[in-house]
């Protein structure tokens, strides 16, 4: 079993940045891809980032891929997602997620471990 609790969330500017952090705790949460997704009012949840247990390979959706940076400290079980020049359009629940495998997959279903979301909130 993997736990997942984001936090960082929050109301910001237009052009502003936030960074989401995301802690895991479970016996072998450090072995698992960590992926970030999003979901805005009345849109189904989206794929945002991905990134490899070791940390060393990372795929993004590419809107978003000179916007967010998505990282992880295994020592502390933490994955993080900053997020700069963000927009009003990036208004929505993030949610992190836990997958064991090696391929990097954006589908939510082969997620098998959820957070419980942190609303993030763009003000134009």
């Known amino acids: 079993q993997v736990q997942l609790v984001e936090s960082g969330g929050g109301l910001v500017q237009a052009g502003g940045s936030l960074r989401l952090s995301c802690a895991a705790s479970?016996?072998?949460?450090?072995?698992?891809?960590m992926g970030w997704f999003r979901q805005a009012p009345g849109k189904e949840r989206e794929f945002v980032a991905v990134i490899k247990w070791s940390g060393d390979s990372t795929y993004y959706v590419d809107s978003m891929k000179d916007r967010f940076t998505i990282s992880r400290d295994n020592a502390k079980n933490t994955v993080y997602l900053q997020m700069s020049s963000l927009k009003p359009e990036d208004t929505a629940v993030y949610y992190c997620a836990a997958r064991a495998g090696t391929f990097f997959v954006m589908d939510t279903q082969a997620y098998k471990y959820w957070g419980q979301g942190t609303q993030v909130t763009v003000s134009s």
């Open positions: 479970g016996r072998t949460a450090n072995r698992y891809q």
